[in-house]
Nanobody, 115 residues
């Protein structure tokens, strides 16, 4: 059974940084196009960054230049390095396949950007 476990969130001041991790069991992340999603209160979950099997990465405009998605194949883990964080980045962050059909969602990790 596939299990995705997100971690690394927390409370950070504007301008700060966090590194999120997505550890997987039951699948090899390197064989899938994996994305980081976020869901802010009252809003739908949406994709913010993804990494293809080739290692090619894609970002939405609002995080481009601030977030970096990467993958450690030996650890079967995908990371999201977030810098220059803004209050509007506050959300629960999830990882999953970038596109349908997706795996069951994990619990996510809360990121709160506030002074």
């Amino acid at each position: 059974q596939v299990q995705l476990v997100e971690s690394g969130g927390g409370l950070v001041q504007p301008g700060g940084s966090l590194r999120l991790s997505c550890a997987a069991s039951g699948i090899q992340l390197r064989l899938n196009q994996i994305g980081w999603f976020r869901q802010a209160p009252g809003k739908q979950r949406h994709l913010v960054a993804d990494i293809q099997r080739s290692g090619t990465t894609t970002y939405i405009g609002s995080v481009k230049g601030r977030f970096t998605i990467s993958r450690d194949d030996a650890k079967n883990t995908v990371f999201l390095q977030m810098t220059s964080l803004r209050p509007e980045d506050t959300a629960v962050y999830y990882c999953n396949k970038a596109y349908d059909p997706q795996f069951d969602w994990g619990q996510g990790t809360q990121v709160t950007v506030s002074s």
